[in-house]
């Protein structure tokens, strides 16, 4: 019997009376690109805040790996991309290879681990498609440009699951579908993806499947029309 990279069984959450999640179940097969969907408000940045271990589910189980959520960080098994854009980086003098190395707790201490740091996140920003712009400065990217850094940032340390939370919200459709591309092309070594959305429709279909979350539970999606109906 395979693991899963991700198993929530009947999850509940609610902020003080108000529920949000009601007995959400979802099964992430390793090496799956899955989709989750769903309309502002239903709680998608709960279960991935959930998933991520910074929030403690008010019943039911999650699991990561058979690892709980704060293991399966600790073990590096996880990469985020969380929502941000570039303006939170206007003022702060970082370049995208320190941004990716900062994922890697490079030190100058020991000057052969810190080249051998160097060499992955220059590695990882080549697979986000920022080859040549590792010395540019993050407040200065474009917002395609910024993503995809932020995914290099993710993908830095090889993770087993790839959480992504709205990461095409502040793109137009080419740089949206661009981004889509570069996610499936990393997912293609094995690594488990999961993309929270609530704009299904603007993504090109280069996933497994997609699931929508709404009324605080998961469902398989069989139509677009669920989506936008909010289930």
Known sequence: MSISAVRLSGVSF??????????????????EFCVLAGQNGAGKTTLTRIILGELEPDGGSVAVFDRTPTAAIADGLVGYVPQQSPDDYRHIPLTVL?????????????????ARERSLALEAIQRAGLAGLHDRLVGELSGGQFQSALLAR??????WLLLLDEPTSNLDDANAAA??????????????????THDLARLPRLYDRTVVLGHGVIHEESDERSVHNGL
């Open 179 to 196: 981004l889509m591309q570069t996610v499936s092309q990393a997912s293609e070594g094995g690594m488990s993806t999961l993309l929270i």
């Open 154 to 159: 993710a993908l830095v340390r090889s993770p």
């Open 14 to 31: 609610s902020y003080r009376e108000h529920p949000v999640l009601a007995g959400a179940s979802l099964e992430l097969a390793p090496g």
């Open 98 to 114: 320190e941004l990716v190395q900062s994922n890697l707790n490079a030190t100058r201490i020991l000057p052969h681990r810190h």
